[in-house]
Structure formats: structure tokens, C-alpha cells
């Protein structure tokens, strides 16, 4: 008896020891988003918040003006509840067309189809499409002279709009830009690997006993994917109410302010006429905004978003898949015609590109366009560094977020679940909120016009979507192996470097092409914080190409295609690299709800 009391006693110490050094572990790996979080976000939202009430500009120290600013905003600045309405209305044109797009696009891959890889690529390929890229593309698509749609319209007797240079017709044609690149992207591959995970059984059973096509799809398939359809409108709305690369990029805020949204206000304000207290108070009352619309959407998602979980592809008789055929060849069709113009565009000479009609094969192709490119300014410099602040960026947002990811999934320690959802809440932070203090702090560190500011940050925790993908992929392998390798010597870290992470690939080449497309397409970061034109990245060297005075005032249309085609390429063969991995990865992670 005497033992026993003693084992147990013995025990207990063990125990306490054993938990502590699991905390401790867990805390250590933890710690690269923690100091992430105090340093570049959580320091810069108090920082923005003290600044929101204050009056400052850079030269002069700030002065407390209460909420002068806030009172400015809403009843003195003209541009603030106009910037607002132009930004709902954005993301009203957006965000339910884009998401039963993205569902459609991912339900029309799900069937069994010959050439579904080829299909699923023409539809992901302009969301590869550089933002500045796919701007001036469509800029040049929807010319109103010259232009390819307008030709297209004037055969069947319409007379085709101005489109850009049309107060009515600029945010429309913006988000045409914003359906073609997001579509068929990261939005339709999280949808169809929510469909993957649909299981097979209820729909056979539906189909048993008499559900039609559109019954087991509405009564079965759709409260499957619910989360899925969550996930995507949130992160949709967002994006939506944060527009700016493409409005910039397009029209610069017109004509006559009709794109002038709430982003390109903020950044104005804060950039360009240097009034950094009043442009910290847009900031919040835009987070607040968000906050808003996120907490409505989440009250109202417990009503139609349902949380289970399979796996189905959905097959179909060959009569029922030829019209399927056609409607995957028309869209491929579609979001792969403005490469195409695009591509032809970049071939012609300077005299042919303006010609109308327009030829729709170069007489004589113009291969010189493309080093002209190089010759005119120093594009190779502009790839360069791209190529660093992305390798290196990408670098740390793997490395780190799969530390991190590994902390939640794999340890138990105190205030673990609040940290995770701290993580995932800043996925709802607009960068607005953090934009103008992390500025000043580079400021003051001397680090503007060096691409630290676009690296360093990924080096500390990287990202809360790729800290979710992660998590949510090493919570699916089995603790067995983590303990086998502790059996046999092995460290928490040797764990992670050894057994997890070689397990991870698919994931991995998911979030390694997601970050690549990210980092590469980068606009605003560049924009802000780098200054010499021998650092500017491909992003930033585009906007040369915007003005023919910048080049001696000669059109340069061709180059500006050929360049937007080089700015691309990257993306693609990155992505084709990938792509066998990229929809397993996210079924996988079990993304899909």
C-alpha cells in the first residue's frame, strides 16, 4: 500500500514536469508570431488608434485634437461618405457575382471531365495575372477607339461605352477586372475542395429516392459546403472594401473622382498630403466597418452554415456532360482572350496596334518589343529585385507559419486556443489600420527605401491563412509519430524538421504558389516604401510604361503589353510547377470547412 502511495506521489511531479516542458516547447515555437504580432501589429493598432485622435503631419510633433478628426470625416470632408458609397457599391457588383462564379467554375470541375486539368488551368490563369498587369490589360482590352470589346460589340451593332473614361462605366469595368482574375482562383480551388469533401453517400442516398439534380445539390451539397461558402464571402467582402492596386492603376481615381475609393482616400490622405492623424481616424472608422459587417456575418452564419464532414466527385452520364463540354470550352475561352490579345498586342508594331478594325494576327511579328522593353528602362533590375523581396518573403512565411502552425496543432499549454484565434482574427484587420504606423516606424528604424519592410515582417509567424492551412494539415497526421520519434531521441524541433514537415509537401507547394502570386503582384508595399528607382520592383516598373512621356512621349502601348507579359510569366510557370499539389494541399488542410 505503502508503494503504491508513493508511485502515485511520484507521479504527480512527473506529470507537472512533463506539461511544463510540452508548454514550454509549444511557447518556443509560438514565439516568432508572438514577437510578429506585438512589433507589426498589435504596437501599430495602438500606435494608429493614439494617432486617430490627433493632428499630425510628419514635420510637427502630433497635437491632441479629441475628435476633431472623426468630426472632420463625417461631416466636412466631401470625398469621405462618397469614397464610402463607390466602395459598397464595388463590393456589391463583386462579391455575390465573384462567389457564384468561383461555386459554378468549381461545380463544373467537379464532374468528370476529360481535360479537367487543362480546364481548371485556363480558368486559374488570370488570377496569376500580376494586379498592375491584369489593370493595364484590360485598360488597353476595353480601349474605347481601339479597343477589343468594343470591336467585338460594333459587329453586332452596339455601340460600346468608354468604359474608363465613364463616370457610369468606370466601377463596372473595375470589377470586371475583379471577376476575371478571382473567378476562376484561389476562391473556386477552396470551393472545389469543398466539394471533394462532400461525401458520396447522401447524394446517392438523395438520388435513391428521387432528388433531382438541383434538389441534391440545393438540399445536400450546398448545407455541405457552408462553411466553405463562409469562408469565401467573408474573406470576399474584405478584399472587396479594400480595392485600390486596379483603381490606381486604371484611372488614378477618376474620372472625376467616380473611382475614388475608400483605400485610395486613406492613402491620399496619408501619403500624398501627409495628414497622418486625420488618415489614422479613416483607418478605424473603416476597420470598425469591417468589424461590423464580419460580426452580422457571423450571427447570421448560425442560421445557414452547417459544420460536417467525405469525399465525392460528382459523376454524370456523357449526354448530360457535352453541355458541361461546351460551357467549360466557352469559359476558357473567355478568361484566356485577353491573353491572348494581349500576347498579339505585344507583337505588333507601333503603327499596327492602333490600326481599326484590328488584326487579330501581327503581320509581322515584333519579337524586338521585348528586349526594346529591357533597353528602355531597367526592367531586369525591376525583376531582380522582385525576385529577392519574393524568395526571400516566401521563404520566411513557410518557415514560420509552420512553427507556428505546429505550436497550436501538436502542443497543449495555457491560452493556446486564444492565441489561435487571436491569429485568425487579423485575417479580418485591414492593412489601413496598421499602414501608417508601421511607415513611421521604418521610418525611424531607416529602412524606407530597402525591402526589409517587404521581408522582415514574414519572417515573424508570416501569415494567418497560411498559419491555418498549416495547422489545420498536421492536426490530420497521427500523434504516434511524433511519439515514436521522441521514443528514439528525438526533439521537439527535430520532430517538426524531420517527421511533419516532409509530410506537409503538398501544403507547402500550396502556400509556397499562394505567397509567390502574392509577394510578386505586391503593388502598395513597394508603392509606399521603396523610393529609388534602382530598387523598384516589376510592379512598380510598369507605371513607366503608363506614360508616353515618360519614354521620350512615344506611344508605347506594345511595350506595355510585352512588358505586362513578362511581368506574368513568372506566375504561370510557378503555378504549373505546382499545380498537381495546389487542390490537394487544400483538401488536405481541410480548408474546405
Known amino acids: 500500500m505503502a508503494a503504491t502511495d508513493l508511485s502515485r506521489t511520484g507521479s504527480a511531479p512527473r506529470r507537472m514536469s512533463l506539461a511544463r516542458r510540452e508548454a514550454i516547447e509549444g511557447y ?7 514577437i510578429g504580432f506585438v512589433v507589426f501589429i498589435a504596437g501599430p493598432m495602438v500606435a494608429s488608434f493614439v494617432l486617430s485622435f490627433a493632428e499630425y503631419d510628419v514635420v510637427r510633433a502630433p497635437r491632441f485634437v ?12 466631401e470625398l469621405f461618405w462618397s469614397s464610402l458609397g463607390r466602395t459598397f457599391y464595388y463590393a456589391l457588383l463583386t462579391v455575390p457575382l ?3 462564379g468561383s461555386l459554378l467554375a468549381a461545380l463544373l470541375l467537379n464532374q468528370r471531365l476529360r481535360g479537367a486539368t487543362f480546364f481548371r488551368t485556363c480558368f486559374f490563369l488570370p488570377h496569376l495575372t500580376p494586379a498592375v498587369a491584369a489593370a493595364l490589360l484590360w485598360v488597353w482590352v476595353l480601349q474605347p477607339e481601339f479597343g477589343l470589346v468594343n470591336y467585338l460589340l460594333g459587329l453586332v451593332g452596339i455601340k460600346g461605352p468608354q468604359w474608363f473614361g465613364s463616370k457610369e462605366w468606370a466601377i463596372p469595368s473595375i470589377a470586371m477586372i475583379a471577376l476575371w482574375t478571382g473567378i476562376g482562383g484561389n476562391r ?5 475542395a469543398g466539394l471533394q469533401g462532400v461525401p458520396s453517400e447522401l447524394l446517392d442516398a438523395a438520388e435513391v429516392d428521387g432528388a433531382n439534380s438541383f434538389q441534391r445539390f440545393r438540399h445536400v451539397t450546398v448545407p455541405l459546403i457552408s462553411p466553405t461558402l463562409f469562408f469565401n464571402l467573408i474573406l470576399g467582402i474584405i478584399g472587396a472594401l479594400q ?18 475609393f475608400y483605400a485610395l482616400h486613406i492613402y491620399r490622405t496619408a501619403f500624398q498630403y501627409f495628414t497622418m492623424g486625420y488618415a489614422s481616424a479613416l483607418a478605424w472608422i473603416f476597420f470598425v466597418i469591417v468589424l ?9 452564419s448560425g442560421r445557414w452554415v452547417y459544420y460536417a464532414g467525405g469525399g465525392a466527385v460528382v459523376a454524370s452520364s456523357a449526354v448530360a456532360r457535352a453541355p458541361l463540354y461546351a460551357v467549360a470550352v466557352f469559359l476558357s475561352v473567355l478568361f484566356l482572350a485577353p491573353f491572348y490579345w494581349t500576347a498579339v498586342s505585344s507583337l505588333k508594331s507601333v503603327t499596327e496596334i492602333f490600326l481599326f478594325p484590328p488584326t487579330w494576327v501581327p503581320t509581322v511579328p515584333q519579337w524586338g518589343n521585348y528586349p526594346e522593353v529591357f533597353r528602355r528602362v531597367p526592367f531586369g533590375t525591376f525583376t531582380l529585385n522582385s525576385a529577392i523581396i519574393t524568395s526571400l518573403a516566401v521563404l520566411g512565411t513557410l518557415l514560420t507559419s509552420s512553427l507556428v502552425a505546429y505550436s497550436f496543432a501538436r502542443f497543449r499549454y495555457p491560452a ?10 487579423t485575417m479580418m484587420l485591414p492593412y489601413e489600420v496598421t499602414l501608417i504606423p508601421t511607415y513611421l516606424m521604418y521610418n525611424k528604424l531607416g529602412w524606407l527605401d530597402t525591402y526589409l519592410p517587404l521581408i522582415v515582417p514574414y519572417w515573424f509567424g508570416g501569415n494567418a491563412f497560411s498559419i491555418f492551412l498549416m495547422r489545420q494539415f498536421f492536426l490530420t497526421i497521427p500523434r504516434e509519430l511524433d511519439d515514436a520519434a521522441r521514443i528514439d531521441g528525438a526533439n521537439f524541433l527535430h520532430i517538426f524538421w524531420n517527421v511533419l514537415l516532409p509530410l506537409a509537401g503538398p501544403v507547402l507547394a500550396t502556400l509556397a504558389v499562394i505567397g509567390f502570386i502574392y509577394h510578386w503582384n505586391d503593388f502598395l508595399g513597394p508603392l509606399i516604401f521603396l523610393d529609388s528607382r534602382t530598387k523598384f520592383t516589376v510592379a512598380l516598373g510598369l507605371r513607366y ?14 511595350l506595355l503589353m510585352a512588358a505586362s507579359v513578362i511581368f506574368t510569366i513568372p506566375c504561370i510557370l510557378i503555378f504549373f510547377a505546382a499545380q498537381r499539389y495546389f487542390v490537394q494541399g487544400i483538401v488536405l488542410s481541410g480548408v474546405k470547412g
Open 416 to 425: 493556446r486556443n486564444f492565441f489561435f484565434m487571436l491569429t485568425l482574427s
Open 98 to 100: 465573384g462567389l457564384l
Open 28 to 34: 518556443i515555437c509560438l514565439a516568432p508570431w508572438a
Open 243 to 260: 480595392v485600390f492596386t486596379t483603381a490606381l492603376v486604371a484611372t488614378n481615381g477618376g474620372p472625376a473622382y467616380a473611382t475614388w
Open 66 to 77: 479629441g475628435l476633431a478628426n472623426f468630426q472632420r470625416a463625417f461631416f466636412k470632408d
Open 292 to 300: 461590423a459587417f464580419t460580426y452580422v456575418q457571423v450571427k447570421v
Open 188 to 192: 473556386m480551388m477552396i470551393f472545389l
Open 545 to 558: 510604361f503608363q506614360s508616353a512621356q515618360g519614354l521620350g512621349g512615344e506611344p508605347t502601348e506594345h
